[in-house]
């Protein structure tokens, strides 16, 4: 699919999340850490003037890897187990008529580089290289919603896993890494709709190969290799 001549990708992000697999479900519930660089055309400091003074930001990007020739009106949530058909406009399913995704993010600080001035962002559930349309500043005073509805996502806010991670194994890992895997792997990275005991799952974060099961209540991290 093929947006208008008019829509321009002004930047791409660098993330720790190299496959779809085990990327946060929505923005905010990881603290991983982003860099945002901008595309030749738009590493232009004159653009950015006053970000600074913005703790977070909202970004506008692309479901790269999840566009599709054809639509469907309905899609299965992961909060609902993947097991039940909700209308597509009202889920954040990545498979919509536009694979346009929305998040807000931290910004951390901007950074100097070669490649010209990047954006640091925290919380960003976006996969490494994830085309970016626009960035918006956020504005608490009209975008934070406090008593908002959460509709259906508002049945398993609380769900998490426990973590039998061997301190063998937390060793392998980075301090600067660490507590945003436990964070990924808190949430349950698994499909929603499978349940099988026996099966052991994997998937790669930054420079990590992890694989683990999920009995029950509690997630079993079974190895760590560096790739």
Not at 31 to 40: A, D, Q, R
């Amino acid at each position: 699919m093929e947006f208008s001549d008019n829509i321009k990708i002004i930047a791409r992000i660098n993330t720790d999340f190299h496959e779809k697999f085990a990327i946060p479900r929505q923005s905010g519930l990881s603290s991983s850490i982003g860099k945002i660089v901008f595309e030749k055309e738009y590493r232009c400091d004159e653009a950015l003037r006053g970000i600074e003074g913005f703790s977070h930001l909202w970004l506008i990007w692309k479901f790269s890897k999840s566009e599709r020739e054809k639509w469907s009106p309905t899609v299965r949530p992961p909060r609902l187990g993947g097991n039940k058909r909700m209308g597509v406009f009202a889920t954040r399913s990545p498979f919509r008529p536009n694979p346009i995704g929305l998040s807000s993010v931290e910004l951390v600080g901007l950074e100097k580089t070669e490649e010209g001035t990047v954006l640091i962002v925290r919380g960003a559930d976006l996969l490494d290289g994830t085309p970016i349309y626009d960035i918006k500043p956020y504005l608490a005073f009209t975008d934070s919603h406090p008593q908002a509805l959460g509709g259906f996502s508002d049945e398993k806010l609380t769900y998490s896993l426990k973590l039998d991670f061997s301190d063998e194994f937390q060793k392998k890992v980075s301090p600067q890494k660490l507590d945003v895997l436990k964070e990924i792997l808190s949430q349950d990275p698994r499909p929603s709709y499978i349940e099988d005991e026996t099966r052991v799952y994997g998937f790669s974060y930054a420079d990590y190969e992890i694989r683990f099961s999920v009995c029950g209540d509690t997630l079993k991290v079974l190895g760590i290799e560096n790739v």
